[in-house]
C-alpha cells in the first residue's frame, strides 16, 4: 500500500478532533462522498455555523461563548446577552470548509476544476501532501457588545440572527449542489 493510501487510512480512523467532536450532519453526505473516491480524502470540515465569541491579539485565547450549526433562534442567546463578557464579543456567521487531500496536483486541479460553483477555492499546500480548500461564501462577523454591554438594538440583534440563517440556508444549498454534482466530475 502507497504512502497515499495509508494517509487515508490512517487519517479517516482517527477520532474527530474538532471542538464539537462529531461530523455535522448536513456535510456528512458530501464526506462520504469525496471519500469513496480512490484519489481523495476529507482531512477537516464544517458545514457552516453561527456564533458569539470573544476574539483575542492570539488565536488560543479566543473563547467561544456560543456556537450552533442550526439556524439560531433568539431566545437560545438570550441568557448570553443578559451576562456579556468584558471583552469585545462578535457575532459571526461562517460559512461551510472542507480541506480535501488529493493523490497529486493533477487530481488536485481536477478537484478545483468539480467545485468550480464554489468562488472560494484553492490548493493549499504541496508539501508533504497536496490539500485543496473549499470555502462557502456567504459569511459575515460583526462586533456586538463590548465592556459588559449590548452595542445593538434588539431589533438590530433580530436583523442579524435573520441574516445568519438566510446566508445559512444557501450554504446547505451549496454543500446539496455540491452532492449531486461533486461525485460524477472527480
Known amino acids: 500500500m502507497g504512502s497515499f493510501e495509508n494517509d487515508k487510512k490512517q487519517t479517516l480512523s482517527k477520532k474527530d478532533k474538532s471542538k464539537k467532536q462529531s461530523f455535522d450532519t448536513r456535510i456528512k453526505k458530501l464526506l462520504e462522498i469525496i471519500n ?3 484519489d481523495y480524502y476529507t482531512t477537516s470540515s464544517c458545514a457552516g455555523r453561527i456564533m458569539l465569541l470573544t476574539v483575542e491579539k492570539l488565536k488560543p485565547d479566543t473563547k467561544w461563548i ?10 437560545e442567546i438570550e441568557k ?9 464579543v462578535y457575532f459571526k456567521q461562517e460559512s461551510f470548509i472542507i480541506h480535501v487531500a488529493c493523490r497529486s496536483l493533477n ?3 481536477k478537484f478545483l476544476d468539480a467545485v ?5 477555492k484553492g490548493i493549499l499546500s504541496t508539501r508533504g501532501k497536496i490539500v485543496v480548500e473549499v470555502i462557502g461564501s456567504p459569511h459575515f462577523e460583526t462586533i456586538i457588545a463590548k465592556d459588559g454591554k449590548l452595542l445593538v438594538t434588539s431589533s438590530y440583534l433580530n436583523h442579524l440572527i ?6 445559512l440556508s444557501e450554504n446547505w444549498k451549496k454543500i446539496s ?5 461533486l461525485g460524477e466530475k472527480i
Open 80 to 88: 448570553i446577552l443578559h451576562n456579556l463578557p468584558q471583552n469585545k
Open 66 to 75: 456560543f456556537v450552533t450549526h442550526k439556524k439560531l433562534k433568539k431566545k
Open 177 to 181: 449542489w455540491l452532492e449531486k454534482n
Open 162 to 167: 435573520n441574516e445568519a440563517n438566510s446566508r
Open 107 to 109: 487530481h488536485a486541479q
Open 116 to 120: 468550480s460553483g464554489v468562488r472560494r
Open 36 to 38: 469513496k473516491k480512490e
